[in-house]
């Protein structure tokens, strides 16, 4: 496998050695598609000797995708465009790319969204050479309260030294790649991957902000919380507490009525505290199903997306 090398190695021309990768998330119109491949491909011909390029084609604009082999067609580095078999979402055909991708570091590029300077590009890459192995480019200003509430409560509760917080494109080493697919082959949320797999991550920040939204996000959000946070458990065990300090207040509500000689008898309370209690079971079983119908997927299930065709693409 390739490792990351820490001494960036330069070619008499100045460009670097090392190879990369760019793997793109095909979201937007056919000029916008365009617009950022060139500017993309302008950036990484500036700075690197070896490089590809790898579009994940996810039931994109037909048109749009044509225009980008067309323009592939005069590209000097080859084009690699993976079309899957049917819409499968962001994270499973994002995964798709980076096992397609062969670079020493690998951009994931989630969206062809360009609200940055595009020399944040190179400048990741520099970052990464100063000894980090994920760097994400991040807006100054979050994208909505969802997605603010959703980091607020996966920082609170994972246990990784790092934040997460919206980004625009992240460049992950070799290294990254290797250690959490040796974690797991599955990656449900690579972000939350990278921040838990122990290795340095750095934000570069610039101002602007992200309107992109992938679909799906919720369900995403869930699995997330759960698998890599202590929220799940915290729940659960809050809803246990919660159930017990009821069945004790309900125990010394019986025991005063019982010492002061006016037992009353209550089908209401009674029937009032089981409904609740039973809700709190319910809940925590819910939860333990959840958790039970993730390690299913993540150990039984190994067909992690569905590739129909590798169209690539050289001048």
């Not at 225009?67 to 994002?94: D, F, V």
């Not at 603010?148 to 509760?157: D, E, I, K, S």
């Amino acid at each position: 496998m390739n490792q990351t090398r820490q001494n960036p190695v330069r070619e008499p021309g100045g460009r670097e050695q090392n190879f990369v990768s760019a793997v793109v998330y095909l979201q937007g119109g056919e000029a916008r598609i365009l617009r950022f491949f060139k500017t993309l491909a302008e950036q990484l011909e500036t700075h690197f000797a070896q490089y590809e390029l790898v579009a994940v084609d996810d039931a994109a604009d037909p048109a749009a995708v044509a225009a980008l082999r067309r323009w592939a067609a005069s590209c000097p580095k080859p084009l690699t465009i993976l079309h899957m078999s049917l819409r499968q979402g962001l994270e499973a055909s994002m995964n798709a790319g980076l096992d397609a991708a062969i670079g020493d570091y690998v951009y994931e590029f989630d969206s062809t969204e360009l609200p940055y300077d595009p020399a944040l590009i190179f400048t990741a890459y520099q970052t990464a050479q100063k000894g980090s192995d994920i760097v994400s480019v991040c807006p100054a200003r979050s994208r909505g309260l969802g997605s603010g509430l959703f980091y607020r409560v996966f920082n609170a509760n994972s246990r990784s030294a790092y934040r997460l917080r919206t980004d625009a494109f992240r460049l992950v080493s070799r290294r990254a790649i290797n250690r959490v697919h040796a974690a797991s082959p599955h990656l449900p949320y690579r972000k939350a991957a990278y921040a838990a797999c122990g290795l340095r991550m750095t934000d570069l920040e610039f101002d602007g902000q992200l309107t992109d939204r992938a679909a799906g996000r919720f369900a995403l959000a869930a699995d997330s919380l759960l698998l890599y946070t202590d929220a799940g458990f915290k729940l659960s065990a809050g809803v246990a507490l919660a159930m017990m300090a009821l069945a004790l207040a309900e125990l010394a509500y019986t025991l005063i009525v019982f010492l002061t000689g006016h037992p009353i008898t209550g089908w209401t309370t009674t029937m009032f505290v089981l409904t609740l209690g039973f809700a709190g079971v319910f809940a925590v079983l819910t939860i333990v199903i959840k958790y039970l119908s993730l390690l299913v997927d993540l150990n039984f299930k190994r067909q992690k997306y569905l590739i129909e065709s590798i169209e690539k693409i050289q001048k």
